[in-house]
C-alpha cells in the first residue's frame, strides 16, 4: 500500500503549489542524498577513502562529505582495508552501534574477500559479520571506484521499501549490488 504525501505552499489565498508522491519515493530521495558514511578505514584502501574527500574528487557533491567517527552518527559503514579476526568483533560490534537504516560498503578486495590474504588472520569477506549492500573490487580501488560504488548505494537506497521498513523492520530481500572498479 502506499502512501500520498502533499503538500500545500503557504501564502497563496485559496491554495498553492501542491506536489503529490509517494511516501517511499520522498523517504528515500531524503535518505540517499544525506548519506553519512562511518569510515572504517583497516589498511591501505583507507588512503584512498580519504582521497575522496579532497577536492579533486569530492565526495560532497553527493551529499556523503559529512564523514561521522562514530558509529551513531553514521548510516553508511564504509569498510576500508583488511579485516582480521582481531579486528573483526570490533567491526561488528560498531556495526550494531550504528542506528537504522544502515548500510555497508565493501571497499576494496580484501574488505570484500579477503583479497590475496588467504592466511589464518585474516577475514575472507565482510560479510561473514555484517551484511554488505554494495561491493567495490580493485586492490586499491580509486576514489572514482568508490564513488561509483556509493552512487550505486544511491540507487539500491531509492528501490528501497523504506515506509514498510518503518513499521515491520528493514527489508533484507534486496541482494547486494557490486560496483567495478574504475
Ligand atoms: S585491497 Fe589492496 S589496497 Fe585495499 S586494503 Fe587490501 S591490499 Fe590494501
Not at 569510515?39 to 591501505?44: A, E, H, N
Not at 579533486?56 to 556523503?64: E, L, N, Q, V, W
Not at 558509529?71 to 560498531?94: F, H, N, W
Not at 528501497?160 to 518503518?166: F, I, K, N, T, Y
Request: glycine share 10%; proline share 6%.
Amino acid at each position: 500500500m502506499n502512501f500520498i504525501v502533499s503538500a500545500a505552499a503557504r501564502g497563496a489565498k485559496g491554495g498553492g503549489d501542491v506536489v503529490v508522491s509517494r511516501a517511499d519515493a520522498v523517504i528515500n530521495w531524503v535518505r540517499k542524498h544525506s548519506v553519512w558514511p562511518f569510515p572504517m578505514g583497516l589498511s591501505c584502501c583507507a588512503i584512498e577513502l580519504m582521497g575522496s574527500g579532497g577536492s579533486r574528487f569530492d565526495i560532497s557533491r553527493f551529499g556523503m562529505e559529512v564523514m561521522r567517527f562514530s558509529p551513531r552518527q553514521s548510516d553508511c559503514m564504509v569498510i576500508a582495508g583488511t579485516i582480521t579476526y582481531k579486528m573483526a568483533e570490533t567491526v561488528r560490534r560498531l556495526y550494531d552501534q550504528m542506528p537504522e537504516p544502515k548500510w555497508v560498503v565493501a571497499m576494496g578486495a580484501c574488505a570484500s574477500s579477503g583479497g590475496m590474504f588467504r592466511t589464518y588472520s585474516v577475514l575472507q569477506g565482510a560479510d561473514q559479520i555484517v551484511p554488505v549492500d554494495v561491493y567495490i573490487s580493485g586492490c586499491p580501488p580509486k576514489p572514482e571506484a568508490l564513488l561509483d560504488g556509493m552512487m550505486r548505494l544511491q540507487e539500491r537506497i531509492g528501490r528501497e521499501r523504506s515506509r514498510r521498513a518503518l513499521f515491520e523492520g528493514r527489508d533484507a530481500e534486496t541482494p547486494p549490488v557490486a560496483a567495478a572498479a574504475a
